[in-house]
């Protein structure tokens, strides 16, 4: 029943069957064409990232084109920066479209032609019910306990008996006997009875189309072969699809689209997602969480499709491997942890030169020529443990702080007790050392502890802190070699006592 959701709807082969076209089939001799129809009213939803990304990697499969079309039909709430955040979250993740986006509301004129087509046609009528009346009506169904559907009530009357210049709307003369089912590719067949659908205005009395029509004018004109939409979307497609019927049969040419609704995201605890319990903007997940474009991408890719047990699956592979029979029913749960996890990955993976720049954004200051070839020369220490940018950036703050260093409460306690003369003792062996590369500073530290009669940690821990004012850097031996001798050895001064 309309209102269901999509597991709930039921499952029939009865009178108007949907034609099937499976999702490798034939489409008339046409090339396939899918579409992302994002509304911007706010930023780009990382579900619609992956909607559209499942778009691109079935066009791309199949040699058709993948097109963008902004739905900014609703005045009030759409607005530029929306639009360009929603461009930008796509190009961030490589969503390219073909050619160039299409804006629904500068296509009014084409959506009201259409409607009036139908009226002629006699596929839709005009409506002079009141606001009055309407949620009168409403109101007696509430009271019965009947579902709130338009009932028809200006269906077979004539327009003569509406009050001269009275307004009026333009409805759909929906079918009322019968079913229609339809061969979702991702859903399976889903069928409702024509019963349950009422005559859905096409125009509002100021003339303006309402979203349903200007979805279907929309797909139709821009030649859409496969519609692949979030599930919450299936309800939607049994009210279009007799627009489609309607426009056939009066000039021909509205081939019906093949359907596939894709199920929606949820937190790891099965509620639905919010930026209450996770990041639900594209430009976040960049911004700031300091995820890599590819990361995010690959996560959404197996977000509710797979390929065997492949996890790791390059853009050219996906586009080689995509298809809908891959695509799960389930709503698929988002795991924070594990993105980051497949984020690092690709941290690992990623050309140093690349990294110092998206690093270098993230830090609190601009860096010079020699302090980002610094950065990147320390990049292959800093990576290999990094979840995300942020977290390389943290540990890339050593290299560019000023002497005598701030030291957090962690370093401090190892700069207690013996910790400082036993510094003395590092400084006077890394003098001596003749070169300043990571063998020998390594050597000259281990004979330090060896004479010391401890382990290397017991030296290398406070060694650490004056280094780099923390508990945690990377290698410290790495550190010593990117620092130089003559900082290194200063920030240790800072720190140590000579023995009396």
Known sequence: MLGASAAELAIDFTVWEHARLSATSDTGGKP????????????????????????LLFARHHGG?????????????????????????????????????????ARAARHAEVAHAMLAGGHAYKCFATAEELEAMRAEQRANKQPLRYDGRWR??????????????????????????????VQGPVTVNNSELDDMVLLRSDGTPTYMLAVVVDDHDMGVTHVIRGDDHLNNAFRQLPIYRAMNAIEGGWDEPVYAHIPLIFNPDGTKMSKRKNAVAVDEYRDDLGLLPEAVSNYLLRLGWGHGDDEIISREQAVEWFDLAGVGRSPSRFDLKKLEHLNG???????????????????????SESQSTLLEAAMPSLKPRAANLNEIADGAMFLFRTR???????????????????????????????????????????????DAGVKLGAVAQPLRAALVGRRTSPGIFDVLALLGREESLARIADQMTKPA
Do not use: C
């Open 32 to 55: 396939v064409v899918t579409r992302f129809a994002p509304s911007p009213t706010g930023f780009l939803h990382i579900g619609g990232a992956r909607t559209a990304l499942f778009n």
């Open 65 to 105: 084109k993948f097109l963008l079309r902004i739905e900014d039909t609703d005045r009030a709430r759409s607005t530029e920066p929306a639009i360009a955040a929603i461009l930008d979250g796509m190009r961030w993740l490589g969503l390219d479209w073909d050619g160039d986006e299409v804006y629904q509301f």
């Open 404 to 450: 005598p260093l701030e030291l957090d409460e962690g370093a401090r306690a190892l700069l207690e007790g013996e910790a400082p003369t036993l510094l003395f003792r590092i400084h006077v062996a890394l003098d001596a050392a003749g070169s300043w590369d990571t063998e020998a500073l390594e050597a000259a530290v281990r004979t330090v502890a060896g």
């Open 345 to 367: 990955h690709y941290i690992r993976a990623t050309d140093d030169s690349r990294l110092t720049g998206l690093v270098a954004k993230r830090l609190p200051f601009e860096l």
């Open 156 to 185: 077979d009357r004539d327009e003569s008996e509406a009050p001269e210049g009275a307004p009026f709307v333009l409805r759909l003369k929906a079918p009322r006997e019968g079913s229609v089912t339809i061969q979702d590719q």
